[in-house]
């Protein structure tokens, strides 16, 4: 007598198509479970659109430490670039009752950055424009370096160049032999 070999494939083909279905509804469980924990990404600065909010530090009314002053500004891709549009705001003066830190012939001749290091190099105007003391060369100075290290975390230190060239001081009092780091300790609540 032939034994009837039917309900053994019957079952192999069940057992197939069961494989296949488990298969497919645990890659789609898969894929939705991933989309719902996958963080987005922020597309590069310079494919944003819009404002960005940056902080300035100027001096405060009475000169004697600095306070912070929100301003927007385009967006801008090259890390560089985006120091120099910040530092150039620095230079564009105050939006309310705070005073300027930089004379308004401050130049910006050159920026670099280079890991966690700014390089900035500013013309001869912030010199001969700046005004004696070493109130306003600390507020200058500071206004710069906290202004960049607060808007750009992974700058860690400035370091101020005049005409490409290191320079000692500004006018007399503040050591800019080496590079800077951020003093938040002057800046008045």
């Known amino acids: 007598m032939k034994k009837n070999n039917r309900p053994r494939r019957d079952v192999a083909v069940l057992f197939i198509a069961f494989v296949i279905c488990a298969l497919v509804l645990g890659a789609l469980f898969l894929k939705k479970y991933g989309e719902r924990h996958r963080q987005p990404v922020a597309p590069p600065p310079s494919q944003q659109e819009g404002k960005h909010l940056v902080t300035l530090f ?5 000169g004697t430490g600095l306070v912070r002053e929100g301003r927007e500004i385009d967006p801008c891709g090259d890390p560089a670039d985006c120091v120099e549009s910040v530092a ?3 230079i564009n003066g105050p ?4 005073a300027p830190t930089l004379p308004e012939a401050t130049s910006i001749q050159n920026v670099q950055v280079n890991g966690d290091l700014a390089l900035i190099d500013l013309g001869e105007g912030l010199t001969q424009g700046l005004p ?3 109130s306003a060369e600390m507020m200058a100075v500071y206004s710069i370096v906290n202004t960049i290290c607060v808007n750009f975390p992974r ?4 370091k101020l160049t005049l005409n490409g060239k290191d320079a000692d001081t500004l006018k007399g009092h503040l050591d800019l032999r080496e590079p800077l780091e951020p003093d938040l300790t002057l800046e008045k609540k």
């Open 155 to 158: 700058i860690k230190k400035v």
């Open 95 to 98: 939006l309310g009752d705070l």
């Open 88 to 90: 150039g705001e620095l």
């Open 132 to 134: 004696g003391g070493s």
């Open 58 to 62: 100027f001096a405060s009314p009475d």
